[in-house]
């Protein structure tokens, strides 16, 4: 019999091999997101990558950092934290200029001479910029928030004493008291910043930390005006009360405690640095009303400012000594080693010097050769504030979209623009709008300045060093701040007695907070653009 006829549609195919054994047919690799994985957050717009095999404390309140910049915190509560912090933060930079306003009330209450007021005022900073170096590398090693909660329970209870001074010995022994609650606080908002956003997200941080720097400024001199007239001077102080108990519930409910470091403290390097920059703060802060001359006996401002330069010497000889030991210097030399780290600290200290220098001409010219009461003069630099707080949210974004600190040298250049535009216009006759105008120049230059250098700052400094880089860039500014207090109070007095004429006095020595613009734009132009 034959075969049965195949159909033409059908193709005849080889015999098939053998199939070969296969226990279990290998696995399809996903190609739309990673498996999860114990220990393990997968990055979404909430969560932030952590790698596997990191500790992550359950409890709410302690978490543990990556070494790169990597937080277990979600977007939402790194945010929060942040916010808590910036309470603070406003508070204690608002204290700082707040008191200017102020003065001659304290002096006529208080019945006290002018040298009895400006201690008001020089003890403050005194005690807020001596320990700044120690206070960064504190909250290394206890926790940033454990820190902050203790310099907020004593600036807020020292402001109700100073509130509470029946004369004027006392208010100057508590205001110092708050210049140390300041100090443990002020480090602690850039370290969190650092070790809870990653570097993609941080520039936005920054920018609401620099809105937060710039608007503080300003606010004080208006706030302090509406005060004294209002209230009275003790309110300058008592309003610090309840905007502290609200910090410190914020701080407990919002800050997690991030990873402490345990390594011994330096001793010696915080004893070698709290004399040096207290005995060199001092000289420098006060020379002016000592001729720069004999203080008491042998004592005298040259001899402070040198033996504060040859603490310094030898507090940078034990640091270098230090490397390699199990007691972490309070200072790491190699944070210098970074470019963008060096000049981040240059130009803020040429900032900070602008900002005092800048601040206290302004205010003199507008009261003394305007006429103006302090609460108006105040009301001429709102521009200032209006601009700088509402524009440091949008430098704080295109920053983290173009990566480069040199946005910062921007932010300088529009204010030596606007510290030249004084220069011109500070004469009887410029019309107060023209002012107005130049303020907003100010404001303007303020968003694109703090955020992109802080950002600059801090940008590669891991979770170890993150205390101590904070607490070198703010000590920087704060001397910056000192110096410029000095220079330009100096710098006044030669020009006044050399034209016999308080405008233009007043009008050249404004070229100290511009020149000190240029160096800090020149500075800012040598940023690396950041790593991605």
Request: proline fraction near 6%; glycine fraction near 10%.
């Amino acid at each position: 019999m034959c075969p049965p006829a195949i159909p033409s549609t059908t193709t005849i195919l080889p015999p098939a091999p053998e199939p070969t054994r296969v226990d279990r047919p290998p696995p399809r690799r996903r190609l739309t997101a990673p498996r999860r994985e114990p220990g393990r957050r997968l990055a979404t717009s909430r969560h932030v990558f952590i790698p596997r095999g990191d500790h992550v404390s359950q409890d709410r309140n302690h978490v543990t950092a990556h070494p790169d910049h990597e937080s277990p915190a979600t977007e939402k509560q790194a945010w929060a934290a942040l916010w808590a912090l910036l309470i603070g933060f406003f508070m204690i930079l608002v204290d700082s200029t707040i008191v200017t306003t102020a003065l001659p009330a304290i002096i006529r209450h208080l019945h006290t001479d002018l040298n009895g007021g400006v201690w008001v005022t020089s003890s403050y900073l005194l005690t807020y910029a001596a320990p700044l170096l120690i206070s960064g590398r504190l909250g290394d090693r206890f926790g940033p928030r454990n820190v902050y909660l203790v310099g907020m329970v004593i600036f807020t209870l020292a402001s109700l004493a100073c509130g509470l001074s029946t004369s004027i010995g006392a208010l100057i022994a508590f205001r110092a008291v708050q210049g140390i609650g300041a100090a443990l606080m002020s480090p602690q908002s850039m370290t969190v910043i650092t070790r809870l956003f990653p570097a993609q997200r941080r520039g936005a941080a920054m920018g609401l930390w620099g809105a937060t720097a710039g608007v503080a400024g300003f606010v004080g001199p208006i706030l302090g005006g509406l005060l004294v007239d209002g209230f009275g001077w003790e309110w300058i102080f008592f309003v610090n009360v309840p905007v502290g108990v609200i910090g410190l519930w914020r701080c407990w409910k919002a800050v997690p405690n991030l990873e402490q470091h345990s390594s011994s403290l330096d001793w010696v390097g915080v004893v070698l640095s709290g004399i040096g920059m207290s005995a060199l703060v001092f000289g420098i802060q006060e020379g002016e009303s000592y001729d720069w001359g004999t203080i008491i006996g042998v004592i005298s401002v040259p001899l402070l400012i040198g033996v504060g330069l040859v603490l310094f010497g030898v507090f940078i000889w034990t640091q270098a000594r230090m490397a390699g030991r199990r007691t972490q210097p309070l200072v790491p030399l190699h944070l210098f080693a970074n470019r963008n780290f060096s000049l981040a600290n240059v130009a803020i200290f040429f900032v900070g010097l602008q900002v005092t220098a800048m601040s206290l001409t302004t205010a003199v010219y507008l009261q003394q050769v305007r006429g103006l009461s302090p609460t108006m003069a105040a009301l001429v630099l709102v521009p200032t504030a209006i601009f700088s707080g509402s524009l440091s949210p949008l430098g704080g974004r295109i920053l983290q979209r173009q990566r480069s600190g040199r946005m910062a040298a921007v932010g300088v250049g529009l204010t030596a623009a606007s510290a030249f535009c004084w220069v011109l216009l500070m004469n009887h006759t410029t019309p107060l709008w023209v002012f107005c105008v130049v303020a907003a120049l100010t404001g303007l230059g303020a968003a694109f300045m703090w955020s992109p250098i802080s950002l600059t700052c801090t940008h590669d400094l891991g979770p170890s060093e993150a205390g101590a880089g904070s607490g070198v860039y703010n000590a920087t500014r704060q001397v910056g701040s000192v110096i410029g207090s000095a220079l330009i109070a100096a710098a006044m007095d030669a020009r006044i007695a050399a034209t016999h004429d308080l405008a233009r006095g007043l009008a050249q020595s404004m070229l100290v907070p511009a020149l000190a613009c240029v160096v800090a734009m020149i500075a800012a132009l040598c940023f690396r653009n950041f790593r991605r």
